[in-house]
């Protein structure tokens, strides 16, 4: 979707500004935030891309307006909310008023780091061959769909390189929407700042985005 | 993002948000979702075994041991995995080298795509909207955003961490360190230098 969550090019976000010495976290609210996240993930049995649409799928303003973990929040309690997993009315309260629903899973401390250390790889064995290889020229589709994709604004419409094959991976058009996995052939596009920002661009910059091949057309 | 939430201020929003999560965990827990000692542990990983020091060690092998280097360029995963480091969000690792030719950056313009197995968990600035907005379009200004500049004539390039590939630069390693071991070489690489927004420390700098 076009969201506020696309921000590659956007003019007027001010500069960066690092902090020495960062910690993981800022409150105990953010660790806890993170933690319940991540411990979720397998009693809620979601996947990472309808992670990311349940936070990215918000209006522009309570996008800009939340930071990062209130994000993760936000997400977490839609994808519990349409599940019925965890009510409103329940986090309004503050504690449980309806009975768990049974779940498949969950995590206990003993199967932490195995959890972390299994992650979630994408990628699948190819069942058709790749229609592009290394070097060819390619353009980024036109596309602008409601639903979830990784295909950011920036590069749409713009011709790039084919610059490394990366193998087939899931893909998230599909998955997000529970669609299934439609494991697809993933490539790195090259793309000159030119092409993407016009003449006043660096011209010694080069931009490259991972694409599935849907996104991409001969050019 | 509005980047103030994560400071000492707003209080009134930040005990809002606070009371929230509490009421979550409680709800999660009391309906068995969650178990306490997972989300400590959770927590505990993060913050004490998962972070740079493992991409420092990673880097300072391959600067020491060109075959692991060459390893390692050629398919990170698994040369990353030697040392013990893998899993969640660096599932498909891919290593850059910098060279004095060109500089590498790596951004995620979407949210906050990082190799965690390597780096840990990404700072705000690398999830901020500043740095996700201009990174690609003015990398060189992002650069001077943290006080360094590299020659116009050297090539940057970005790459933008659309899809489960994560990337981390392999900085060049610092001139004047000849002979030095492994642990020592560790000292000198910064978490920034392999996100391409920094350089390693200079031989002085360390101790």
């Keep these: ?165 990366r193998g087939c991976h899931v893909f998230p058009d599909s998955n997000a929407r529970g669609a299934g996995e439609d494991p697809q052939w993933l490539y790195t596009v090259a793309f000159d700042g030119v092409e993407i920002w016009g003449a006043d661009s660096d011209p010694a910059l080069e931009i490259t985005v991972d694409a599935w091949e849907p996104y991409l057309e001969p050019a | 993002m509005n980047e103030h939430h994560h400071g000492d201020h707003d209080h009134s929003d930040l005990s809002e948000t606070e009371l929230r999560v509490r009421a979550l965990e409680t709800i999660l827990t009391e309906k068995g979702y969650v178990e306490p000692a997972a989300l400590d542990l959770l927590i505990e990983t993060y913050e004490t075994k998962v972070g740079p020091r493992n991409g420092a060690r990673v880097v300072a092998r391959a600067w020491s041991d060109s075959a692991y280097r060459a390893r390692l360029l050629g398919d990170a995963t698994p040369a990353i995995a030697e040392l013990g480091y893998a899993g969640r969000q660096g599932e498909h690792i891919v290593a850059l080298a910098n060279t004095p030719e060109l500089h590498n950056m790596v951004v995620c313009t979407l949210c906050s795509c990082y190799p965690w197995p390597v780096l840990g968990l990404p700072p705000v600035w690398y999830k901020s909207a500043p740095y996700r907005s201009k990174a690609v379009k003015d990398p060189r200004g992002v650069l001077r955003d943290f006080g360094f500049e590299i020659p116009a004539t050297t090539k940057i390039r970005v790459w933008d961490s659309t899809a489960e590939i994560r990337y981390v630069v392999l900085p060049m390693r610092p001139e004047g360190t000849e002979g030095w071991s492994e642990e020592r070489l560790a000292e000198l690489v910064t978490r920034d230098s392999m996100i391409g927004t920094g350089l390693p420390k200079q031989p002085h700098e360390v101790g």
């Design chain 1, 1 to 165: 979707m076009d969201g506020a969550h696309d921000m590659g090019g956007v003019p007027w976000t001010g500069p960066v500004a690092p902090e020495p010495d960062e910690p993981p976290f800022h409150a105990e609210w953010e660790r806890r935030a993170f933690a319940i996240t991540l411990a979720m993930g397998m009693p809620g049995g979601w996947n990472i891309d309808m992670s990311r649409f349940a936070r990215e799928n918000r209006p522009p303003a309570d996008y800009l307006s939340k930071s990062y973990f209130e994000i993760w929040l936000a997400g977490l309690e839609r994808l519990m909310a349409e599940r019925d997993l965890v009510a409103p009315d329940e986090v309004a309260a503050g504690h449980a008023l309806h009975p768990a629903k049974p779940v498949a899973r969950t995590l206990s401390a003993e199967g932490v780091a195995a959890m972390l250390h299994r992650g979630g790889p994408t990628e699948r064995t190819p069942t058709s061959p790749a229609r592009f290889a290394v070097g060819d020229r390619v353009r980024a589709r036109m596309i602008n769909p409601p639903t979830h994709t990784r295909l950011p604004r920036y590069v749409r419409g713009h011709a790039g390189t084919i610059a490394a094959m």
